[in-house]
């Protein structure tokens, strides 16, 4: 059975900084492309950041609000992706989702409460 849970979600001041991890059982989070979501009430989820699997540093995509900020990353080791998260703003709140993706298969996380406020 796949399963992909996400932790590090908070409350953070504007300016702060949260790490989100993401840790997958069933499957072989390597072989994976890898992507972190999110999503606010009444608004459809957007990509935040994506990976590819075997791609190295420097070739991930971020969406235009976070690019600079965000920091998508994994540990093949532990199995494991992460999203460091600096700078937050007010407006980076939303629940955040991990997602595992290859042919024949989409696995989603049941997500992560990130709130950014004074």
């Known amino acids: 059975q796949v399963q992909l849970v996400e932790s590090g979600g908070g409350l953070v001041q504007p300016g702060g900084s949260l790490r989100l991890s993401c840790v997958a059982s069933g499957l072989i989070f390597e072989i994976y492309d890898t992507a972190w979501y999110r999503q606010v009430p009444g608004k459809e989820r957007e990509l935040v950041a994506s990976?590819?699997?075997?791609?190295?540093?420097?070739?991930?995509n971020y969406a235009a609000a976070v690019k600079g900020r965000f920091t998508i990353s994994r540990d093949n080791a532990k199995n494991t992706v992460y999203l460091q998260m600096n700078s937050l703003k007010p407006e980076d709140t939303a629940v955040y989702y991990c997602?595992?993706?290859?042919?024949?298969?989409?696995?989603w996380g049941q997500g992560t409460q990130v709130t950014v406020s004074s």
């Open positions: 990976e590819n699997s075997g791609s190295s540093d420097g070739s991930a």
């Open positions: 997602k595992g993706d290859r042919v024949g298969g989409t696995y």
